[in-house]
């Protein structure tokens, strides 16, 4: 497992952008497929972006396709998150994801196994 930390969350007005950085430390970065899941209040968590080992691949679910980029930095151990043109219903915790298996454990939320503290976003209308 890696050791996860997010940062870059904060109070945004919509139309805004924030950029959201998650840190690893521990085993082999390059090694892992890195994504990002958002939790609302009384909502469930779901699937925000996903990206490859190598970061030539990045999906997206269709809430955020064209808002938002994930992108990884393997040199630095560092996964992000640019969260382009915000809007209310953007406003959720948002949490980092690891896993050595592939893109699709973390799109279908397949009980990825490192997971970052999480780090507040909200959007004001």
């Known amino acids: 497992q890696v050791q996860l930390v997010e940062s870059g969350g904060g109070l945004v007005q919509a139309g805004g952008s924030l950029r959201l950085s998650c840190a690893a430390s521990?085993?082999?970065?390059?090694?892992?497929?890195m994504g990002w899941f958002r939790q609302a209040p009384g909502k469930e968590r779901e699937f925000v972006a996903a990206?490859?080992?190598?970061?030539?691949?990045?999906y997206y679910a269709d809430s955020v396709e064209g808002r938002f980029t994930v992108s990884r930095d393997n040199a630095k151990n560092t996964v992000f998150l640019q969260m382009n043109s915000l809007k209310p219903e953007d406003t959720a915790v948002y949490y980092c994801?690891?896993?050595?298996?592939?893109?699709?454990?973390?799109?279908?939320?397949?009980?990825?196994?490192?997971w970052g503290q999480g780090t507040q976003v909200t959007v004001s209308s």
């Open positions: 521990g085993r082999t970065f390059s090694s892992y497929t």
């Open positions: 994801a690891a896993d050595p298996r592939g893109v699709l454990t973390i799109i279908r939320d397949d009980n990825p196994g490192s």
């Open positions: 990206i490859s080992k190598s970061g030539s691949s990045a």
